[in-house]
């Protein structure tokens, strides 16, 4: 019987929709299954009953921020990786973040470091 391995599943929360779009297509061209959310409510409802590889937020967000939503996330589930990719986050301490990546021409690569530096600690099963 054939072994079907799960993609590990990433939220990503940005509230610029071509921006979204673009970092959900790079994660599942790197093999992960992406949830896009455009505001930090909208991820939190989906949240619960869920536990995703990693949560992907910017900081600077219409409604609820960034940082409400990370401390809300870690109170539902300290166990979810928080990854702030933001235009302001250039050297931010954020004691929640796992990492915390600028906006600019190195983000993406930056993200894909990130997450594979998860992937010991959180199972990621993704067939290389």
């Known amino acids: 019987m054939p072994r079907f391995i ?3 599943l990433v939220f990503v929360l940005e509230d610029d929709a071509s921006q979204l779009e673009i970092v959900c297509a790079y994660l599942q061209q790197l093999g992960y299954e992406t949830a896009g959310f455009s ?27 960034g ?3 990370a401390l809300k996330i870690m109170d539902r589930n300290p166990n979810v990786p928080i990854i702030v ?5 250039e050297g931010r ?4 973040a796992q990492a915390v990546i600028p906006k600019n021409t190195h983000a993406l690569a930056a993200l894909k ?4 530096e998860l992937a010991p600690h959180r199972g990621d099963a993704r067939s290389n």
């Open 93 to 96: 301490d954020l004691g929640y």
């Open 39 to 65: 505001a930090a409510q909208l991820l939190l409802a989906d949240l619960d009953g869920r536990d995703p590889f990693a949560v992907v937020t910017d900081l600077d967000l219409p409604g609820m921020d």
């Open 67 to 69: 940082h409400t939503l």
């Open 6 to 8: 799960q993609k590990p």
């Open 113 to 116: 470091a990130a997450l594979e």
């Open 85 to 89: 990719l933001s235009g302001r986050s």
